[in-house]
């Protein structure tokens, strides 16, 4: 069975004078525990898709089944790490991460745990107590992932979490962040213009082109690079053959100012 299967999908925003096409014919499937890339230039329907597969937009054609269920409306246990952390400044990291399961009225003794395990996995024991500001921008994401985590997400949608970051961070970062997903054996969709990225994080890389968006190739990252940490993964010699590859299909879709 497939985890999330998106079918056919089809996507037309209609203006007052205008209609763009942001999908068009959009097939894929991610199986359960699989990290998967969505690639591609500005505007070739990443968002729009992410909006559809959270039932916060419905497609103008095609289907989307999470877990065998035809996803119709907003769906609830989908998690989100976003550029920013959203994190409220006026409450310490401990409210923060613990809010979601408070105001889902599942704050229990075992999920109290799981917060804990998360809280070491990512690094942040002994900083509970701190407000976000006292917080380095690395360490607020890492505590924003915790927060979504804990309230235990079918799926996780990651929309370009690194962006914001410096470097040295993000490569940190990437390397928490697919421990800690691979620890917790979570499926997760990451968004992102960073070929990099894409290739040292995911199992597969879906290839975007523009205008309307359509998957121009599907990439299987080889084991070696899987089997690795995104740092060794970026430093394995596999890496380089995979990254040329995608980056000859990016060229061929023509050159784009924000490459
Ligand atoms: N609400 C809207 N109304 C009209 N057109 C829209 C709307 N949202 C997006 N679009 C258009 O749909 C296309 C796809 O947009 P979308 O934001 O999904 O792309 P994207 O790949 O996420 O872009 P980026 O990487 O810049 O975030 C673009 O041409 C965009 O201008």
Redesign the pocket.
């Known amino acids: 069975m497939d985890f999330l299967k998106i079918d056919r999908i089809h996507h037309t ?1 209609f ?1 007052k004078t205008s209609a ?4 068009s014919d959009v097939s894929l499937t991610v199986e359960e525990g699989e990290f998967v890339s969505f690639l ?12 559809i597969i959270a039932g916060l937009l419905s497609p103008t054609e095609g289907d989307v089944t999470l877990k065998n269920q035809p996803v119709q409306s907003l769906q609830h246990d989908i998690g989100y790490m976003l550029q920013q952390d959203y994190l409220f400044p006026w409450k310490t990291i401990e409210e923060n991460i613990l809010l979601g399961l408070k105001v889902a009225g599942r704050l229990n003794e075992e999920n109290r745990e799981t917060t804990i395990r998360l809280l070491e996995e990512m690094g942040l024991v002994g900083v509970e107590s701190q407000f976000p500001k006292q917080l380095s921008g690395g360490m607020r994401q890492r505590a924003a992932l915790v927060r979504t985590l804990a309230t235990e997400p079918k799926l996780l949608m990651l929309d ?1 979490p690194f962006s914001a970051l410096d470097y040295q961070t993000k490569l940190k970062l990437e390397d928490l962040v697919s421990n800690t997903l691979k620890s917790f054996k979570k499926t997760a969709i990451l ?1 992102t ?1 960073d070929i990099g990225e894409a290739i040292a994080m995911s199992d597969r890389v879906f290839l ?1 082109s ?4 359509q998957i121009h190739k599907t990439f299987i990252i080889p084991k070696e690079l899987r089997d690795s940490t995104p740092f060794d993964a970026r430093n394995h010699p596999a890496y380089s053959d995979i990254f040329q590859t995608i980056w000859k299909e990016l060229e061929s879709l023509g050159t784009k100012d ?1 490459y």
């Open positions: 925003y203006t763009v096409t942001a999908l591609g230039p500005s505007g070739c329907g990443k968002t729009t898709l992410l909006s370009e968004v213009h975007f523009a205008g309307p968006g924000e």
